[in-house]
């Protein structure tokens, strides 16, 4: 999808100086063809997305979809006993409630905000309806959600073969392509959380991370000090949903 | 799955179609649920393929060119880790197709799509299932649907491959597959299985064995035979029950006889 580097096809290309609050922060709503950005844009609703902020339960009704421009979001799977797993996260590349429009409705995972931000969100009915016009919007959707699967089976994969070292590398990684600084606001009990280890676990390969000198970890904030670090510590899963998202997605995720 | 088909023996209303040992398209959940309008221009381009054990339908990165439609075989994606191990993240069966890269717009995937059930399926040209899916009808919605329950498959493989024993985990495999074939007997070599759920083999030999003792299969020389599903559904985590209700939550209909 090249639509993004198209000032002919997007929205207004001159602003380049972005507000905070700018829904063309976020790559999908920036790549929409100009018709479908002026019927979209009267309806796209600015919402501060705070750490923490759950937003759809597992099998509940989707009432808006989001798409995140500060703000990341975590997508867990959380298992009958309480057990949780991040399957995927989503940021200014993208949005969350593909299930809408694959036609669903529900989704067995839930949505969190595991990086405070901002963002936008749609009506469900609007969203369905754009998708529904099977054009340019419903494309870029498909596409979109082609990348998350993609993310999602990598996870899988991660899962089953890697070290907890590696994985934390890669999902510090995935964390840093969406976010504007180095530093993440973040416990160890949530990274815990979402990665499905023990906090101990996580602990313990922040703590070898930090005597690399690849970050510094103090009070829920962690800085990234050597991004190349990182690269190299984790395992191929990083780099291989990177480059999935950059073939089939209009550019956002930076170097 | 199966349980979404009460009829084993398929009666669909459409008009004239193939009629051979290896069944017919309608033998697949998303052909047998178009309406008859939306099957007849598929019908003379579905092309019956015999997918064999082994088979590998596309690979990472490869242009696919044809989606395929199981009836009687089982296909799994797969992912190959830059060191060579592997994992299967979802399986397809009659309820889906391999190739959703098409529709979606990708053309190609990551992972690569291995036959580990051998048995018959149809495919289609690229051009020609694009073409019928930018209509916009039941076809598309039907892909989309099947899309999201893949979605759910591969979510809940992730959740469980974190927290799940290979017993369960191969009990649940058990049950997904025997969902999808006709025999209770699957020809299965335990190096497929670990490479299948990305375990080593010595882990499936215990898994199987513990199993075995149990009651619940017996397995031979490569032959496994689920002796006791109920028994099965007893060890398997939830993940199994969890995509189960989805996928049968989100399969199409098929069409009554006219």
Known sequence: ?255 | MNAAAPAAVMQPGHAPRPQAHYGSPCDNDLLASLPADELAPLLGALEHTRLRLGDMLYEPGEQMRHAYFPSTAVVSLHYVTANGATVQTTGVGHEGMVGIALFMGGDSTCSSAVVHTGGHGWRLDRQLLLKEFNRGGALQQALLRYTQALITQVVQTAACYRHHSVEQQLSGWLLGTLDRTAPAELVMTQELLGSLLGVRRESITQAAGRLQALGHISYRRGHITVLNPAGLRCVACECYGVVRREMLRLAPRRQEPA
């Open chain 1, 1 to 255: 999808m090249s639509a993004a580097a198209n000032p002919l096809s997007g929205p207004d290309p001159s602003q380049a100086h972005r507000a905070v609050a700018d829904p063309l922060a976020n790559a999908l709503l920036a790549a929409l063809p100009r018709a479908e950005w002026l019927r979209w844009q009267p309806h796209l609703e600015a919402v501060d997305l705070p750490l923490g902020r759950v937003l759809h339960e597992s099998g509940a009704r989707l009432s808006h979809v989001y798409f995140p421009t500060t703000a990341i979001v975590s997508l867990l799977y959380v298992m009958e006993d309480g057990a949780s797993a991040e399957i995927a996260v989503v940021g200014k590349e993208g949005i969350v409630g593909v299930a809408l429009f694959m036609g669903g409705d529900t989704t067995p995972s839930r949505a969190v905000v595991q990086s405070g931000g901002q963002g936008f969100r749609l009506r469900s009915a609007m969203l369905k309806e754009e998708f529904g016009r099977s054009g340019p919007a419903m494309r870029l959707l498909l596409l979109y959600t082609q990348a998350l699967i993609t993310q999602m089976a990598q996870t899988a994969v991660c899962n089953r073969h890697h070290t907890l070292d590696q994985q934390l590398c890669r999902w510090l990684l995935l964390s840093l392509d969406r976010l504007e600084g180095p530093e993440l606001v973040m416990t160890q009990e949530l990274i815990a959380n979402m990665l499905g280890v023990r906090r101990e676990g996580v602990t313990e390969a922040a703590l070898r991370l930090q005597a690399d000198g690849l970050i510094r970890y103090s009070r829920g904030r962690i800085n990234v000090l050597s991004r190349a670090g990182l690269e190299a510590r984790s395992c191929e899963c990083y780099a291989v949903v990177k480059q999935e998202y950059e073939r089939l997605l209009p550019p956002s995720l930076g170097d």
